[in-house]
């Protein structure tokens, strides 16, 4: 598409594709598995060049083609594959850098099945070995930088607290000793923060949360250079095949033409929520990088450009009992995972973080069992400030 146009067009518009489909406004749902390849010669043709050509549809669908040069234009990005799932896109990503006996970077809190892969099933299938590091100070990724480290693995802001990741500067530093990058941008989405513009290498995301938007659907994307995306399309997307379907593409295109106004209204009515609990003396501390007692502010200024609706917060009190009575007292905000979708939620991350990872990895992530996670969705901020006012009698 024309690089003139500004974001709000470039997914709103869709330049001569309608001639494609007989001037459709919205392109069809191709719902096929293969495509025909005439004769003889088509197929030898389409197989010399299986990154370019329509074969069968766990490679390329043009369903899923539209969506992914759509969210590639978003990031800044050369390409785009859309998977199956945010972790499938992770674990593809991540495999793709790894061999046996590598050495990764990380951070503490990053998302939990990802800490899980990376600590737990890695060093057990190819003898990984992992260092984590808090992700605040770049001279701790230098120092943790081995002989046979390949990978620095980013999310900034980290799942549940926030915490952010120089991410110009760790690029720089992992150029320099010709380390990979790849950064889980979900929370901030493409909008907010253009990790790729950083020299990031690979940009992943859950497109189960704001990028589609409406809880519908399970799906990941991994976003880059052409270049590493087709050599991962035909290795770990063609042998793991964690491939999304074209009705769940189909469902995405259409989450992505509100993604915009979405993310303004989620950044307003927790911005507001957000300064509301930080002011409640029933609320000890609030966790949130939009807000201007956030410690890393600086930082958010320099490499996010707004922020979305997912934040934490400690209540003022130890008792287990009182932090379950206000949960349960809510009832705008349904107890579920996820996040990222039209609807408000809550949810405590210690009941999943502490089976998903050992004590000792857990206890290392500094989440506390009373830890509270919101996801501010899209219903009247002064409904939502309401609820939360009854629930803190907890
Ligand atoms: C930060 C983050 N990354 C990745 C994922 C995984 O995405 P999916 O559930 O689509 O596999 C999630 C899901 O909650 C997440 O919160």
Redesign the pocket.
Known sequence: MEKKFNLETKINHDGLLHKTYNGAIVPPIVQTSLFTLGDWDGAEKAFSNPTESLIYSRLHNPTCQIVEAKIAELANGEAAKLYA??????SAAIMHYIKANAHIITIKN??A??HNFISNYLPQKCNVEVTYVSGEDVNEFENAIKENTVLIYL?SPA?VTYQLQDLKAIAALAQKYGIATII?N??ATPIFQKALDFGIDLE??????YLNGHSDV???VVIGKKSILDHMLLNEMALFGAKMAPFEAFLILRGLRTLIPRLKQHQSSTLEIANYLESDNRVRTVYYPGLDSFPQKKLAEKQMTGYTGLLSFELNTDKLEEIKSFVNKLTIFKLG???GGHESLVYAPYISYSRELTAEQFAKTNISAGLIRISIGLESVVDLKNDLNQALDY
């Open positions: 799932s945010g972790m499938g896109a992770i990053i998302y099945p990802a999310e799942s889980d979900t929370w992943v995301h859950s497109v189960s949360k399970i799906a990941g995972v996820s996040w």
